[in-house]
């Protein structure tokens, strides 16, 4: 049972695993396509674009609905 349950939770270490390096995708991918307020779409999600003095703040969403929020400068 113990072997199980240990299986469980390293199936759900990669799953988290493989969403941040999604979320991580996603933002970096907006940060050159971001251009204004906007919202961009991507095959495995979207990221929400908000112009600031310094640059943007994004929000990457993937379709599970797991999401991060970055702030990404101009320069």
């Known amino acids: 049972m113990l072997g199980c349950h240990q299986m469980d939770e390293a199936v759900k270490q990669v799953q988290l695993e493989k ?6 995708s996603l933002i970096r991918a907006a940060a050159s396509d971001c251009r204004q307020d906007e919202t961009v ?35």
Do not use: H, W
């Not at 779409?41 to 993937?62: H, N, S, W």
């Open 19 to 24: 969403e941040a390096l999604q979320l991580e």
């Open 41 to 75: 779409q991507y095959p495995i999600g979207q990221v929400i674009c908000t112009r600031t003095d310094k640059g943007f703040k994004m929000e990457a969403i993937l379709e599970n609905g797991q999401r991060i929020e970055a702030v990404v400068s101009n320069g």
